[in-house]
């Protein structure tokens, strides 16, 4: 018997093994004797694994599975593994990586949602139960070394703070090195940024060549080569999650030339051919169908034929996008043959989280914030044709069309958010392991499910379900090992069953048949939500029928009932009830019920405080407010910024500038308003301060903002209107520098150090709050689109 063989691997972590024998008074004793100290490691068979997960990627994106944007290096371990044309995720973000990193369903681990709507129901918390283990802890408590690069967007908001806690944080998780982000979305030129627990600034400039997915690229290279270096014998998990391609798509503007002239078809073009390559590919049946439009999506030659090419141009930068972020994963892969391990690395490549994005508005954006602000009405088609060269660049924080979006679903119904349908759950998923699977180039079409990662993972491991890990029961994995696909493309499917729910969206798979519901859709926010028995169920034979084209309701209205009741069961036994589609409610942390950071009308802030994200930060729109700085000016007097919050695309900063006090409200990059004052502050510990009138009578508008130095007026002027709903769903507030992209253009980021000391900044919000005025549509409708 080995002696791994006799390690119980079902109680983490696993127990010392206390000395038994004759303990000696000397250890000279030729009698002293202790077994050596062994490090604990996985069983002999184990390999390394790789888990792979693009953002915001349909089914029909990657040419790898017949899409129109170029990935060889998809296509690459597609040639050499295998293909499952028929996984599946939760249609959402959070959802889909709590599911995959805890191997449990997204309502069990407490994502019902994205984070920034938690409510107190179990399933629907953002808390992460602590009776089910998250993957990585499981595989750094039997000996592997865990790492994470990219996005981590599975944080509450209330611990997403540089406070804490951590333990939802990729840290307190398993994972003993984090690179990346925390959030749902962040800028790749400007990235805000974690190593660990720390805040750290991008090593280079966009103008030097800095893009994100390069930097997590290149992080991931190092540990990788640092811990096949120092620790040869240990595998290791490594999961790589870069932000691409969810928006903003930013891409090098070489990237997004080799696709000019490639989209001028328009989106009902491209979904036709993409789906002639994928019966091409075998991916789909010969007789798969094409789903309808909806309505609410427009046709291509209904398309004004002057935003034509604004349109098109939106999806040649998402196509670069997606061809660059493959270019980068190529590089990681070359890594791996380099140094002679991929032989026996296990990659799991998953070609979205969700349906690709219909969050982009029908017309798509050149600045996100304009339209989650309630400016749209300024994206005019001149506006975006004045602007197309700046697709994708560090001036843009652009997302594509609607159109595109379900073109790139092709061809299935619907997008990300949608759960009750194909276009918004159905993936691509590729299995990579020479060394396990014998298999080549073939197509795997069990229907599974994101949940089955963790126990495959798991079982190619040797390594048993934990029964107990930190001295509390865990719940038992929901998931099903897929390595009985392996070498038997027609094994009978073991996953027979499986509920998916995302925003009232609902759906159940059973032996082929599925029955879904579509409460509402991404983009539309306005009316009133239908009440959940009036919604209208469907019903498909997908034996027959592989998209989801023929709904058959009428035609079997008992297995429609059958299935209805079948949802419900599983609802309630995976935490899913009570619906919730509540708007205004979700957004009031009283009623939803979970914790605030910031409380009351004023908040201090100290030196050095950065990265604070707006859930951290006191609520200074539509009302009146003032910011007081103490500062202390070196002789020779000082520059640089006091406060920033947001950055170029919305925000506001209070700096110095040649000495003397001036705040800019940059109104979603359209415009920017400045108040200068008319001294410099002198030498010494000074108070400077900012007071803002608002105007009232509504959301955004203006006031009068008057500038003081220790209590003296130097300076006012009018901000004809503001920023009513969002600064940004990844730029901070910093104290002492502006990070990420600069508010004003007074400064760079690297120019807007204060040249002397901040000591404290206090932010006073007013009483005449117009926030109630906010409806419920529109704080949906942000919270939604930066997921």
């Given at each position: 018997?080995?002696?791994?063989?006799?390690?119980?691997?079902?109680?983490?972590?696993?127990?010392?093994?206390?000395?038994?024998?004759?303990?000696?008074?000397?250890?000279?004793?030729?009698?002293?004797?202790?077994?050596?100290?062994?490090?604990?490691?996985?069983?002999?068979?184990?390999?390394?694994?790789?888990?792979?997960?693009?953002?915001?990627?349909?089914?029909?994106?990657?040419?790898?599975?017949?899409?129109?944007?170029?990935?060889?290096?998809?296509?690459?371990?597609?040639?050499?593994?295998?293909?499952?044309?028929?996984?599946?995720?939760?249609?959402?973000?959070?959802?889909?990586?709590?599911?995959?990193?805890?191997?449990?369903?997204?309502?069990?681990?407490?994502?019902?949602?994205?984070?920034?709507?938690?409510?107190?129901?179990?399933?629907?918390?953002?808390?992460?139960?602590?009776?089910?283990?998250?993957?990585?802890?499981?595989?750094?408590?039997?000996?592997?070394?865990?790492?994470?690069?990219?996005?981590?967007?599975?944080?509450?908001?209330?611990?997403?703070?540089?406070?804490?806690?951590?333990?939802?944080?990729?840290?307190?998780?398993?994972?003993?090195?984090?690179?990346?982000?925390?959030?749902?979305?962040?800028?790749?030129?400007?990235?805000?940024?974690?190593?660990?627990?720390?805040?750290?600034?991008?090593?280079?400039?966009?103008?030097e060549g800095y893009h994100l997915t390069e930097d997590l690229t290149d992080e991931a290279i190092s540990w990788v080569q640092q811990q096949k270096s120092l620790m040869p014998d240990k595998p290791f998990f490594?999961?790589?999650?870069?932000?691409?391609?969810?928006?903003?798509?930013?891409?090098?503007?070489?990237?997004?030339?080799?696709?000019?002239?490639?989209?001028?078809?328009?989106?009902?073009?491209?979904?036709?051919?993409?789906?002639?390559?994928?019966?091409?590919?075998?991916?789909?049946?010969?007789?798969?169908?094409?789903?309808?439009?909806?309505?609410?999506?427009?046709?291509?030659?209904?398309?004004?034929?002057?935003?034509?090419?604004?349109?098109?141009?939106?999806?040649?930068?998402?196509?670069?996008?997606?061809?660059?972020?493959?270019?980068?994963?190529?590089?990681?892969?070359?890594?791996?043959?380099?140094?002679?391990?991929?032989?026996?690395?296990?990659?799991?490549?998953?070609?979205?989280?969700?349906?690709?994005?219909?969050?982009?508005?029908?017309?798509?954006?050149?600045?996100?914030?304009?339209?989650?602000?309630?400016?749209?009405?300024?994206?005019?088609?001149?506006?975006?044709?004045?602007?197309?060269?700046?697709?994708?660049?560090?001036?843009?924080?652009?997302?594509?069309?609607?159109?595109?979006?379900?073109?790139?679903?092709?061809?299935?119904?619907?997008?990300?958010?949608?759960?009750?349908?194909?276009?918004?759950?159905?993936?691509?998923?590729?299995?990579?392991?020479p060394k396990g699977i014998k298999a080549k180039g073939e197509v795997r079409s069990q229907f599974s499910h994101v949940i089955d990662i963790a126990p495959t993972i798991l079982d190619i491991s040797g390594l048993?379900?934990?029964?107990?890990?930190?001295?509390?029961?865990?719940?038992?994995?929901?998931?099903?090992?897929?390595?009985?696909?392996?070498?038997?493309?027609?094994?009978?499917?073991?996953?027979?069953?499986?509920?998916?729910?995302?925003?009232?969206?609902?759906?159940?798979?059973?032996?082929?048949?599925?029955?879904?519901?579509?409460?509402?859709?991404?983009?539309?926010?306005?009316?009133?939500?239908?009440?959940?028995?009036?919604?209208?169920?469907?019903?498909?034979?997908?034996?027959?029928?592989?998209?989801?084209?023929?709904?058959?309701?009428?035609?079997?209205?008992?297995?429609?009932?059958?299935?209805?009741?079948?949802?419900?069961?599983?609802?309630?036994?995976?935490?899913?009830?009570?619906?919730?589609?509540?708007?205004?409610?979700?957004?009031?942390?009283?009623?939803?019920?979970?914790?605030?950071?910031?409380?009351?009308?004023?908040?201090?802030?100290?030196?050095?405080?950065?990265?604070?994200?707006?859930?951290?930060?006191?609520?200074?729109?539509?009302?009146?407010?003032?910011?007081?700085?103490?500062?202390?000016?070196?002789?020779?007097?000082?520059?640089?910024?006091?406060?920033?919050?947001?950055?170029?695309?919305?925000?506001?900063?209070?700096?110095?500038?040649?000495?003397?006090?001036?705040?800019?409200?940059?109104?979603?990059?359209?415009?920017?308003?400045?108040?200068?004052?008319?001294?410099?502050?002198?030498?010494?510990?000074?108070?400077?301060?900012?007071?803002?009138?608002?105007?009232?009578?509504?959301?955004?508008?203006?006031?009068?903002?008057?500038?003081?130095?220790?209590?003296?007026?130097?300076?006012?002027?009018?901000?004809?209107?503001?920023?009513?709903?969002?600064?940004?769903?990844?730029?901070?507030?910093?104290?002492?520098?502006?990070?990420?992209?600069?508010?004003?253009?007074?400064?760079?980021?690297?120019?807007?150090?204060?040249?002397?000391?901040?000591?404290?900044?206090?932010?006073?919000?007013?009483?005449?709050?117009?926030?109630?005025?906010?409806?419920?549509?529109?704080?949906?409708?942000?919270?939604?689109?930066?997921?």
């Amino acid at each position: 018997m080995t002696q791994d063989s006799q390690i119980s691997r079902t109680v983490l972590p696993i127990p010392d093994r206390g000395h038994v024998g004759l303990t000696t008074y000397d250890a000279k004793d030729p009698d002293t004797s202790f077994p050596p100290i062994e490090a604990v490691r996985p069983p002999e068979e184990a390999p390394n694994v790789l888990l792979l997960m693009i953002d915001d990627c349909g089914f029909g994106a990657a040419s790898a599975f017949g899409g129109p944007c170029s990935t060889p290096n998809i296509e690459r371990l597609a040639q050499h593994g295998l293909t499952y044309n028929r996984f599946h995720t939760t249609a959402l973000c959070s959802p889909t990586r709590a599911a995959l990193l805890s191997g449990r369903n997204h309502h069990t681990v407490g994502m019902g949602g994205i984070t920034e709507i938690a409510t107190s129901a179990p399933g629907y918390s953002s808390v992460r139960p602590k009776d089910c283990a998250p993957l990585a802890e499981t595989l750094k408590l039997n000996g592997f070394s865990t790492a994470q690069f990219g996005k981590c967007h599975e944080v509450p908001v209330w611990q997403s703070s540089p406070m804490g806690p951590f333990e939802h944080w990729p840290i307190g998780s398993g994972f003993e090195k984090f690179y990346g982000f925390v959030g749902g979305e962040t800028n790749q030129w400007y990235p805000a940024l974690y190593d660990g627990l720390t805040a750290v600034e991008p090593k280079k400039t966009p103008e030097e060549g800095y893009h994100l997915t390069e930097d997590l690229t290149d992080e991931a290279i190092s540990w990788v080569q640092q811990q096949k270096s120092l620790m040869p014998d240990k595998p290791f998990f490594l999961y790589f999650a870069p932000g691409a391609t969810h928006a903003p798509h930013h891409v090098p503007k070489e990237w997004i030339d080799k696709y000019k002239g490639r989209f001028d078809k328009g989106w009902d073009a491209v979904r036709e051919e993409t789906l002639a390559r994928e019966k091409e590919l075998g991916l789909v049946p010969a007789d798969a169908e094409l789903t309808a439009r909806h309505e609410e999506i427009l046709a291509w030659d209904d398309v004004a034929d002057d935003l034509k090419p604004v349109l098109a141009r939106q999806m040649e930068v998402y196509a670069a996008f997606l061809e660059h972020t493959d270019h980068h994963i190529g590089r990681l892969l070359d890594s791996l043959e380099s140094l002679g391990i991929m032989e026996n690395t296990a990659i799991f490549c998953i070609v979205g989280d969700n349906g690709a994005s219909a969050e982009g508005t029908p017309n798509g954006t050149f600045n996100e914030l304009i339209s989650l602000n309630g400016a749209a009405a300024f994206e005019t088609t001149d506006f975006m044709t004045s602007h197309i060269d700046d697709f994708g660049s560090p001036s843009a924080y652009n997302h594509y069309a609607v159109g595109w979006a379900h073109a790139m679903n092709t061809p299935y119904q619907w997008t990300k958010q949608v759960a009750s349908h194909f276009g918004g759950t159905r993936n691509p998923l590729i299995v990579h392991w020479p060394k396990g699977i014998k298999a080549k180039g073939e197509v795997r079409s069990q229907f599974s499910h994101v949940i089955d990662i963790a126990p495959t993972i798991l079982d190619i491991s040797g390594l048993p379900e934990p029964a107990f890990v930190n001295g509390i029961q865990q719940k038992r994995l929901h998931g099903k090992s897929l390595s009985y696909t392996f070498a038997d493309m027609k094994a009978a499917e073991r996953r027979e069953t499986q509920y998916f729910e995302v925003a009232c969206n609902r759906g159940i798979y059973h032996k082929g048949w599925t029955a879904v519901t579509r409460h509402s859709v991404p983009w539309e926010f306005g009316g009133t939500l239908p009440a959940l028995d009036d919604d209208v169920w469907e019903l498909y034979d997908t034996n027959t029928d592989w998209s989801q084209a023929h709904d058959v309701a009428k035609d079997h209205p008992e297995k429609l009932a059958e299935l209805q009741r079948l949802f419900l069961i599983e609802a309630v036994k995976y935490n899913v009830l009570p619906l919730d589609d509540r708007r205004i409610e979700r957004f009031n942390s009283d009623i939803a019920g979970r914790p605030v950071l910031v409380q009351g009308n004023a908040q201090v802030l100290y030196r050095g405080m950065k990265r604070l994200s707006e859930n951290s930060v006191l609520n200074l729109k539509n009302k009146s407010h003032a910011v007081t700085a103490e500062i202390v000016v070196p002789k020779g007097g000082a520059n640089g910024v006091v406060i920033a919050q947001g950055g170029a695309f919305a925000g506001w900063s209070f700096y110095l500038h040649e000495g003397k006090p001036k705040y800019c409200h940059n109104l979603a990059g359209l415009m920017r308003f400045y108040i200068e004052g008319a001294e410099a502050v002198p030498e010494g510990k000074h108070q400077v301060r900012m007071e803002f009138a608002y105007d009232g009578g509504g959301l955004a508008k203006g006031g009068t903002a008057t500038l003081f130095i220790d209590g003296k007026s130097v300076g006012d002027g009018r901000i004809n209107a503001t920023v009513p709903m969002i600064y940004s769903a990844d730029e901070t507030c910093d104290i002492g520098s502006d990070t990420g992209t600069p508010v004003s253009e007074d400064y760079t980021s690297a120019e807007s150090e204060f040249t002397g000391t901040v000591n404290w900044v206090e932010l006073q919000a007013g009483d005449d709050n117009h926030d109630h005025l906010i409806s419920p549509e529109e704080l949906m409708r942000v919270a939604t689109t930066i997921q």
